[in-house]
């Protein structure tokens, strides 16, 4: 599986964009992109998903460079109630390998 | 449609008993994955099942810790002799797990164990 590192944390304030960004060097050819957020007391839930150049959907952009080592979740104009962790995975779709979670990013929104 | 549930949603026991925990996956959802959360922490991958397959084991910390999945549908993660730094939240989630799929998990609320 590909590890995959995030900031711990980040801070932002309300109506600001917030970009989240992700390594994993080690991405394989047939590996997808995938983040998730979670709220507290609440399991993840899922996000965006992404293979190359840039995926949007109505809560989030997700942006893949061509060597797609990286990737950046973007949050347009954040509100209190984004404030969350955000969970980068990488992974083949379709083996049997299971997703597997890091510690993800906290990110906290200040009004 | 129902989602993922879990029971109990809270768990309170004394050292050295055993608990089960139970997790109903959504209808249909071939693959099914535990995962331990302590306060604060990201998610700890414990076990997985994808359909008729071998499960997946490898992240079970120890022999007290297994779990069943009857049926292809409902499973239960039991723990043995419980320690205190078994207190968590324990998450189950479930997908589709078609190849090629998107394997979006799906969560459950969660069991919050407090061992005492």
């Known amino acids: 599986l590909a590890k995959t590192t995030q900031p711990i944390s980040m801070d932002s304030y309300e109506g600001q964009e917030v970009n989240i960004t992700c390594s994993h060097n080690n991405i394989a050819t047939n590996d997808y992109i995938t983040w998730y957020q979670q709220f507290p007391s609440q399991g993840p839930r899922f996000i965006i998903q992404g293979y190359k150049t840039k995926v949007t959907n109505e809560v989030a952009s997700l942006f893949i460079p061509a060597d797609r080592k990286s990737s950046t979740l973007s949050l347009p104009r954040v509100s209190l109630s984004d404030t969350a962790v955000y969970y980068c995975?990488?992974?083949?779709?379709?083996?049997?390998?299971?997703?597997?979670f890091g510690k993800g990013t906290r990110l906290s929104v200040i009004a | 449609g129902a989602g993922v549930s879990q029971s109990p949603s809270n768990k309170v026991t004394e050292k050295g008993k055993d608990v089960e925990l139970r997790c109903d996956p959504i209808s249909g959802h071939t693959a099914l994955y535990w995962y331990r959360q302590s306060l604060g922490q990201g998610l700890e991958f414990l076990i997985y099942f994808q359909g008729n397959s071998a499960p997946d084991k490898s992240g079970l910390p120890s022999d007290r810790f297994s779990a069943e999945r009857t049926g292809g549908s409902v499973s239960t993660l039991t723990i043995q002799r419980t320690q205190q730094e078994d207190s968590a939240v324990y998450l189950c989630a479930s997908s589709l797990g078609e190849p090629g799929g998107s394997k979006t998990q799906y969560f459950g609320p969660g069991t919050r164990l407090l061992v005492l």
């Open positions: 995975l990488v992974g083949d779709r379709g083996g049997n390998t299971p997703l597997v």
